[in-house]
C-alpha cells in the first residue's frame, strides 16, 4: 500500500495476465466521416480494422491507423457530439481491470501523457447537462415502457442501456449513437 513502484508493477502484472500485449496500443481517437453510420458505434461491435479503414476513418492527428486487420471497435463516450475512439483488444484488457469504458479510457489516455503523446483533440459537448441518478432511473423506465429493454432501471447506463437507446434512436428516425441524454429523456418520456 506504501510503493508505487509495487502497485504499479502489481497491476502491469495483472494486465499482463489478463491478455494485454506490449507493443499494441489500446486504440487512438479518430475522426469519423460525415456519413458515418452512428448504430455501428459501439464496443461490442467489434470488426476488421479494414473494414474501418474503408469506412473512411482517420486518425485525429492526421497519422495513420493502426496497422494489421485484427479486431477493433468504436466508442463515443460523449455521443456523435463527442470525440471518437477506435478501440483494440488492449483496451478491452483495461475494461477487465475495471469495466467502465470512461475508466479505461481516462487510463489509456492518461498513459499516452505520460509517454509524451497528444491528449484529447475532440471538443466535448460542454451544453449537455449530465443526468442525475433518479433521471437515469426515469429514462430507463421510460425506454423499458416504450418497449425497449434496458435491463433493470438501477440508474447506470450500461451496454444494455445504449443498445436499448441506440434501438430507441432508429426507431424514432434519431441519430442512433446510443448516448442516452437529459433531452432524449425527455423525449421519451412524452412519447
Known amino acids: 500500500w506504501s510503493s508505487p513502484a509495487d502497485a504499479l508493477a502489481s497491476a ?15 486504440g487512438c481517437e479518430v475522426t ?7 448504430a455501428d ?4 461491435d467489434t470488426r476488421p480494422l479494414s473494414e474501418w479503414r474503408s469506412r473512411g476513418l482517420r486518425r485525429a492527428d492526421g497519422g495513420a491507423l493502426p496497422s494489421g486487420d485484427g479486431p477493433a471497435s468504436i466508442y463515443l463516450p460523449a455521443g ?15 475494461l ?7 475508466y479505461a479510457l481516462a487510463v489509456a489516455v492518461l498513459g499516452d501523457r505520460i509517454v509524451g503523446r497528444p491528449g484529447i483533440k475532440g471538443d466535448w459537448p460542454r451544453d449537455d447537462r449530465p443526468m442525475s ?16 429493454d434496458p435491463g433493470a432501471p438501477d440508474g447506470i447506463l450500461g451496454r ?10 432508429k426507431a424514432h428516425g434519431l441519430l442512433a449513437d446510443g448516448y442516452p441524454t437529459a433531452d432524449l429523456l425527455a423525449a421519451v418520456e412524452t412519447r
Open 12 to 26: 502491469a502484472n495483472l494486465l499482463a495476465g489478463q491478455g494485454w500485449k506490449a507493443g499494441e496500443g489500446w
Open 32 to 38: 469519423l466521416p460525415k456519413n458515418f453510420a452512428y
Open 80 to 94: 456523435a457530439r463527442g470525440p471518437a475512439f477506435l478501440v483494440l483488444p488492449n483496451f478491452r484488457v483495461i
Open 133 to 148: 441518478r433518479d433521471e437515469r432511473v426515469r429514462f430507463q423506465q421510460a425506454l423499458a415502457a416504450a418497449g425497449f
Open 160 to 169: 444494455r442501456t445504449r443498445s436499448a437507446t441506440r434501438d430507441y434512436q
Open 96 to 102: 477487465k481491470y475495471n469495466n467502465a469504458a470512461s
Open 41 to 44: 458505434a459501439d464496443i461490442d
